[in-house]
Protein backbone atom coordinates (compact mmCIF):
# COMPACT_ATOMS: atom_id res chain seq x y z
CA UNK A 1 0.00 0.00 0.00
CA UNK A 2 2.57 2.53 0.93
CA UNK A 3 4.59 1.49 -2.91
CA UNK A 4 1.32 2.71 -4.25
CA UNK A 5 0.72 6.13 -2.29
CA UNK A 6 4.43 6.95 -3.26
CA UNK A 7 3.84 7.04 -6.73
CA UNK A 8 0.65 8.55 -6.43
CA UNK A 9 2.68 11.44 -4.15
CA UNK A 10 5.33 11.79 -7.08
CA UNK A 11 2.61 12.25 -9.45
CA UNK A 12 1.24 15.53 -8.20
CA UNK A 13 3.91 16.59 -6.40
CA UNK A 14 5.83 17.28 -10.18
CA UNK A 15 3.47 19.93 -11.40
CA UNK A 16 2.75 22.22 -8.07
CA UNK A 17 2.86 25.92 -9.29
CA UNK A 18 3.39 29.01 -6.61
CA UNK A 19 3.45 32.31 -6.89
CA UNK A 20 6.26 34.75 -5.32
CA UNK A 21 6.90 37.93 -5.11
CA UNK A 22 10.01 39.56 -6.20
CA UNK A 23 11.07 42.33 -4.21
CA UNK A 24 12.34 45.39 -5.40
CA UNK A 25 12.24 44.67 -8.85
CA UNK A 26 12.23 46.96 -11.37
CA UNK A 27 10.23 46.05 -14.88
CA UNK A 28 12.43 46.77 -17.59
CA UNK A 29 10.94 45.45 -21.32
CA UNK A 30 12.28 45.00 -24.73
CA UNK A 31 10.50 47.82 -26.30
CA UNK A 32 8.97 51.23 -25.68
CA UNK A 33 9.07 53.28 -22.71
CA UNK A 34 10.98 50.65 -20.66
CA UNK A 35 13.20 48.99 -23.73
CA UNK A 36 16.35 48.37 -23.93
CA UNK A 37 17.92 51.62 -24.98
CA UNK A 38 16.33 53.11 -21.59
CA UNK A 39 17.70 50.55 -18.62
CA UNK A 40 20.54 52.57 -17.97
CA UNK A 41 18.27 55.79 -16.89
CA UNK A 42 15.43 53.14 -15.06
CA UNK A 43 17.63 52.74 -11.86
CA UNK A 44 20.99 53.79 -10.61
CA UNK A 45 21.73 50.50 -10.41
CA UNK A 46 21.46 50.00 -14.32
CA UNK A 47 23.74 52.76 -15.48
CA UNK A 48 25.86 50.15 -16.87
CA UNK A 49 23.14 49.54 -19.54
CA UNK A 50 23.88 52.67 -20.99
CA UNK A 51 27.32 53.63 -19.41
CA UNK A 52 29.17 50.91 -20.16
CA UNK A 53 32.14 49.68 -22.74
CA UNK A 54 31.99 46.39 -22.28
CA UNK A 55 28.23 44.96 -23.18
CA UNK A 56 26.50 42.03 -24.31
CA UNK A 57 25.63 40.34 -26.62
CA UNK A 58 27.38 40.91 -29.53
CA UNK A 59 26.81 40.40 -33.47
CA UNK A 60 30.54 37.65 -33.68
CA UNK A 61 32.13 38.64 -37.25
CA UNK A 62 34.25 36.11 -38.44
CA UNK A 63 36.55 39.03 -38.68
CA UNK A 64 36.96 40.20 -35.11
CA UNK A 65 37.89 36.14 -33.96
CA UNK A 66 40.83 35.16 -33.75
CA UNK A 67 42.05 31.80 -33.04
CA UNK A 68 43.95 31.12 -29.91
CA UNK A 69 45.72 28.11 -29.25
CA UNK A 70 45.73 28.74 -25.27
CA UNK A 71 42.27 27.96 -24.91
CA UNK A 72 41.37 24.67 -23.32
CA UNK A 73 38.10 22.54 -24.08
CA UNK A 74 34.68 24.20 -22.39
CA UNK A 75 34.06 20.61 -20.84
CA UNK A 76 31.04 21.07 -18.89
CA UNK A 77 30.71 18.69 -15.41
CA UNK A 78 26.90 18.61 -14.62
CA UNK A 79 25.35 16.08 -12.73
CA UNK A 80 21.31 15.31 -12.50
CA UNK A 81 19.96 17.84 -10.15
CA UNK A 82 16.32 19.11 -9.31
CA UNK A 83 15.68 22.48 -10.58
CA UNK A 84 12.26 24.47 -10.53
CA UNK A 85 11.36 26.43 -13.96
CA UNK A 86 10.02 30.17 -13.55
CA UNK A 87 8.05 32.32 -15.14
CA UNK A 88 9.22 35.34 -14.24
CA UNK A 89 7.29 37.30 -16.81
CA UNK A 90 10.48 38.58 -18.93
CA UNK A 91 11.83 35.27 -19.91
CA UNK A 92 11.42 31.40 -18.55
CA UNK A 93 14.43 30.39 -16.35
CA UNK A 94 15.31 27.10 -14.66
CA UNK A 95 16.60 27.35 -11.44
CA UNK A 96 19.32 24.35 -10.09
CA UNK A 97 19.67 23.39 -6.70
CA UNK A 98 23.08 22.88 -5.15
CA UNK A 99 25.50 20.27 -6.69
CA UNK A 100 24.39 20.91 -10.67
CA UNK A 101 27.87 20.63 -11.12
CA UNK A 102 30.38 22.94 -13.17
CA UNK A 103 32.72 24.39 -15.64
CA UNK A 104 36.97 25.21 -15.17
CA UNK A 105 37.35 28.03 -17.11
CA UNK A 106 41.76 29.51 -17.07
CA UNK A 107 41.68 26.63 -13.73
CA UNK A 108 38.96 28.14 -11.81
CA UNK A 109 35.90 26.45 -11.04
CA UNK A 110 32.54 28.08 -11.96
CA UNK A 111 29.11 26.60 -10.93
CA UNK A 112 26.23 26.05 -12.75
CA UNK A 113 23.07 28.13 -10.39
CA UNK A 114 20.64 28.36 -13.22
CA UNK A 115 20.11 28.74 -17.30
CA UNK A 116 17.66 31.35 -18.94
CA UNK A 117 15.89 31.27 -22.88
CA UNK A 118 15.80 33.83 -24.93
CA UNK A 119 13.79 34.44 -27.88
CA UNK A 120 15.42 35.11 -30.58
CA UNK A 121 18.95 34.45 -30.08
CA UNK A 122 20.70 37.64 -28.24
CA UNK A 123 24.05 36.98 -30.01
CA UNK A 124 24.60 36.91 -33.85
CA UNK A 125 27.05 35.46 -35.91
CA UNK A 126 27.97 37.43 -39.23
CA UNK A 127 25.06 39.38 -38.71
CA UNK A 128 22.97 36.14 -38.61
CA UNK A 129 20.01 36.03 -35.37
CA UNK A 130 18.81 32.25 -35.22
CA UNK A 131 15.48 31.71 -33.39
CA UNK A 132 16.58 30.93 -30.08
CA UNK A 133 19.80 31.15 -27.36
CA UNK A 134 20.11 29.14 -24.12
CA UNK A 135 22.19 30.37 -21.52
CA UNK A 136 23.68 28.67 -18.76
CA UNK A 137 24.88 30.93 -15.93
CA UNK A 138 28.01 29.94 -14.05
CA UNK A 139 29.11 31.74 -10.56
CA UNK A 140 32.28 31.21 -8.95
CA UNK A 141 33.01 31.16 -5.10
CA UNK A 142 34.51 34.74 -5.52
CA UNK A 143 31.00 36.10 -7.42
CA UNK A 144 32.44 35.91 -11.27
CA UNK A 145 30.22 35.15 -13.96
CA UNK A 146 30.70 32.55 -16.83
CA UNK A 147 27.76 32.30 -19.74
CA UNK A 148 27.66 29.39 -21.85
CA UNK A 149 25.42 30.07 -24.61
CA UNK A 150 23.93 27.45 -27.26
CA UNK A 151 22.22 28.75 -30.01
CA UNK A 152 19.34 26.91 -31.56
CA UNK A 153 17.64 26.80 -35.07
CA UNK A 154 14.24 25.32 -36.32
CA UNK A 155 14.39 21.37 -36.92
CA UNK A 156 13.84 17.75 -35.08
CA UNK A 157 13.01 17.75 -31.06
CA UNK A 158 15.71 18.81 -28.55
CA UNK A 159 15.56 15.98 -26.33
CA UNK A 160 16.37 18.81 -22.89
CA UNK A 161 13.30 20.85 -24.07
CA UNK A 162 11.18 17.44 -23.97
CA UNK A 163 11.41 16.70 -20.41
CA UNK A 164 9.89 20.20 -19.40
CA UNK A 165 7.25 19.78 -21.84
CA UNK A 166 4.66 19.35 -18.97
CA UNK A 167 5.62 22.18 -16.72
CA UNK A 168 6.18 24.12 -19.59
CA UNK A 169 2.28 23.51 -20.53
CA UNK A 170 1.49 24.30 -17.05
CA UNK A 171 3.16 27.47 -17.16
CA UNK A 172 0.95 28.45 -19.70
CA UNK A 173 -2.09 27.55 -17.70
CA UNK A 174 -1.40 28.89 -14.68
CA UNK A 175 -0.28 32.68 -13.95
CA UNK A 176 0.57 34.34 -11.28
CA UNK A 177 -1.04 38.21 -10.90
CA UNK A 178 1.14 41.66 -11.63
CA UNK A 179 4.62 41.41 -10.53
CA UNK A 180 4.89 37.58 -9.17
CA UNK A 181 6.74 34.67 -10.85
CA UNK A 182 5.16 31.44 -11.43
CA UNK A 183 7.44 28.20 -10.28
CA UNK A 184 6.98 24.74 -10.86
CA UNK A 185 9.71 21.74 -9.26
CA UNK A 186 10.54 19.78 -12.05
CA UNK A 187 12.26 17.11 -10.07
CA UNK A 188 15.59 15.64 -10.96
CA UNK A 189 16.60 17.08 -14.26
CA UNK A 190 18.61 14.62 -17.09
CA UNK A 191 21.99 17.20 -17.82
CA UNK A 192 23.43 14.32 -20.35
CA UNK A 193 22.30 16.24 -23.56
CA UNK A 194 24.55 20.12 -22.43
CA UNK A 195 27.59 18.09 -21.71
CA UNK A 196 28.41 16.98 -25.01
CA UNK A 197 31.81 18.03 -26.21
CA UNK A 198 32.00 21.02 -28.03
CA UNK A 199 34.70 21.28 -30.72
CA UNK A 200 34.39 24.71 -31.81
CA UNK A 201 33.06 27.79 -29.10
CA UNK A 202 33.76 31.83 -29.55
CA UNK A 203 35.07 33.08 -26.45
CA UNK A 204 34.72 37.33 -25.38
CA UNK A 205 34.41 39.34 -22.23
CA UNK A 206 31.35 40.84 -21.73
CA UNK A 207 27.93 41.75 -19.40
CA UNK A 208 24.44 39.80 -18.29
CA UNK A 209 22.03 41.20 -21.43
CA UNK A 210 19.70 41.97 -18.60
CA UNK A 211 19.53 44.66 -16.04
CA UNK A 212 21.88 45.84 -13.94
CA UNK A 213 24.24 44.33 -17.03
CA UNK A 214 26.95 43.32 -14.86
CA UNK A 215 30.05 43.64 -16.38
CA UNK A 216 33.24 41.17 -17.06
CA UNK A 217 31.17 37.95 -17.59
CA UNK A 218 33.15 35.58 -19.49
CA UNK A 219 31.00 34.49 -22.47
CA UNK A 220 31.52 31.27 -24.19
CA UNK A 221 29.28 30.46 -27.67
CA UNK A 222 29.47 27.20 -28.64
CA UNK A 223 29.60 26.11 -32.31
CA UNK A 224 27.28 24.03 -32.97
CA UNK A 225 24.29 25.08 -33.39
CA UNK A 226 21.15 22.93 -31.97
CA UNK A 227 17.98 21.68 -33.02
CA UNK A 228 14.18 22.45 -31.69
CA UNK A 229 10.87 22.43 -32.80
CA UNK A 230 8.42 25.13 -33.69
CA UNK A 231 6.22 23.79 -30.85
CA UNK A 232 8.95 23.54 -28.37
CA UNK A 233 10.01 27.57 -29.01
CA UNK A 234 6.03 28.46 -28.81
CA UNK A 235 5.95 26.33 -25.46
CA UNK A 236 8.94 28.93 -24.17
CA UNK A 237 6.70 31.82 -26.13
CA UNK A 238 3.43 31.01 -24.91
CA UNK A 239 3.44 31.67 -21.06
CA UNK A 240 5.10 35.24 -21.43
CA UNK A 241 2.69 38.16 -22.48
CA UNK A 242 2.83 39.71 -26.22
CA UNK A 243 6.22 42.14 -25.21
CA UNK A 244 8.32 39.57 -23.79
CA UNK A 245 7.71 37.09 -26.64
CA UNK A 246 10.95 38.83 -28.13
CA UNK A 247 13.15 38.56 -25.01
CA UNK A 248 16.19 39.30 -26.79
CA UNK A 249 18.79 42.30 -25.99
CA UNK A 250 19.48 44.10 -29.51
CA UNK A 251 24.12 43.68 -30.27
CA UNK A 252 25.82 46.23 -28.40
CA UNK A 253 29.08 47.69 -29.52
CA UNK A 254 31.96 45.43 -30.08
CA UNK A 255 34.78 48.54 -28.98
CA UNK A 256 38.13 47.25 -28.43
CA UNK A 257 37.59 43.58 -27.63
CA UNK A 258 38.09 41.07 -29.56
CA UNK A 259 36.78 37.87 -29.66
CA UNK A 260 39.12 34.55 -29.33
CA UNK A 261 37.92 30.86 -31.38
CA UNK A 262 38.78 27.49 -29.60
CA UNK A 263 38.43 25.24 -32.58
CA UNK A 264 40.00 21.26 -31.93
CA UNK A 265 40.38 20.90 -35.48
CA UNK A 266 42.47 23.60 -35.98
CA UNK A 267 44.10 22.16 -32.74
CA UNK A 268 44.62 18.70 -34.38
CA UNK A 269 46.39 20.03 -37.50
CA UNK A 270 48.74 21.82 -35.63
CA UNK A 271 49.65 19.20 -33.36
CA UNK A 272 50.01 16.69 -36.51
CA UNK A 273 52.16 19.14 -38.56
CA UNK A 274 54.79 19.27 -35.06
CA UNK A 275 54.58 15.45 -35.04
CA UNK A 276 55.70 14.92 -38.48
CA UNK A 277 57.77 17.79 -38.71
C1 LIG B 1 34.41 43.66 -39.77
O1 LIG B 1 32.99 43.60 -39.73
C2 LIG B 1 32.35 44.80 -39.31
C3 LIG B 1 30.87 44.53 -39.24
O2 LIG B 1 30.58 43.84 -38.09
C4 LIG B 1 32.66 45.90 -40.31
O3 LIG B 1 32.07 47.08 -39.84
C5 LIG B 1 34.16 46.06 -40.40
O4 LIG B 1 34.45 46.99 -41.40
C6 LIG B 1 34.84 44.74 -40.73
N1 LIG B 1 36.27 44.90 -40.64
C7 LIG B 1 37.12 44.43 -41.56
C8 LIG B 1 38.55 44.66 -41.29
O5 LIG B 1 36.72 43.83 -42.54
C1 LIG C 1 28.91 16.25 -9.54
O1 LIG C 1 29.59 15.28 -10.33
C2 LIG C 1 30.99 15.31 -10.21
C3 LIG C 1 31.56 14.26 -11.13
O2 LIG C 1 30.97 14.29 -12.36
C4 LIG C 1 31.41 15.07 -8.77
O3 LIG C 1 32.80 15.23 -8.66
C5 LIG C 1 30.72 16.06 -7.88
O4 LIG C 1 31.00 15.76 -6.53
C6 LIG C 1 29.23 16.04 -8.07
N1 LIG C 1 28.65 17.06 -7.25
C7 LIG C 1 27.66 16.82 -6.42
C8 LIG C 1 27.25 17.96 -5.54
O5 LIG C 1 27.12 15.74 -6.33
C1 LIG D 1 27.42 41.69 -38.14
O1 LIG D 1 28.64 41.35 -38.76
C2 LIG D 1 28.57 41.14 -40.16
C3 LIG D 1 29.98 40.77 -40.63
O2 LIG D 1 30.43 39.64 -40.01
C4 LIG D 1 28.08 42.37 -40.86
O3 LIG D 1 27.93 42.09 -42.23
C5 LIG D 1 26.76 42.80 -40.27
O4 LIG D 1 26.39 44.04 -40.84
C6 LIG D 1 26.88 42.96 -38.77
N1 LIG D 1 25.57 43.26 -38.24
C7 LIG D 1 25.38 44.12 -37.23
C8 LIG D 1 23.97 44.33 -36.81
O5 LIG D 1 26.29 44.70 -36.68
C1 LIG E 1 13.09 41.86 -31.10
O1 LIG E 1 13.35 43.10 -30.48
C2 LIG E 1 14.58 43.67 -30.88
C3 LIG E 1 14.84 44.91 -30.02
O2 LIG E 1 13.71 45.54 -29.57
C4 LIG E 1 14.53 44.00 -32.35
O3 LIG E 1 15.76 44.56 -32.75
C5 LIG E 1 14.26 42.71 -33.11
O4 LIG E 1 14.09 42.99 -34.48
C6 LIG E 1 13.03 41.98 -32.60
N1 LIG E 1 12.99 40.68 -33.22
C7 LIG E 1 11.88 40.11 -33.62
C8 LIG E 1 12.01 38.75 -34.23
O5 LIG E 1 10.81 40.66 -33.52
Redesign the pocket.
Known amino acids: MSHFKAIFLLGIASLVLACARAIGFIRYG??GAN??DKWGSLSSDFSLCSQGKKQSPINISKNITSYDPDLKPADRNYNKTRATIINNGLNIELIYDKGAGNVTVDGKNYTLERMVWHL?SEHTLDGE?FPMELQLIHKSADNNITVIAILYQYGSNDAFLLQLQDELQQLQQDSCSGDEEARIPVGLVQMRTLVRHTRKYFRYVGSLTTPPCTEDVIWIILGKVRKMTDEQANLLKAPLSAEYK?N???TQPINSRTVRLYDEMHQNKNSDSKKSS
Do not use: K
Open positions: YSGPPSNSRP
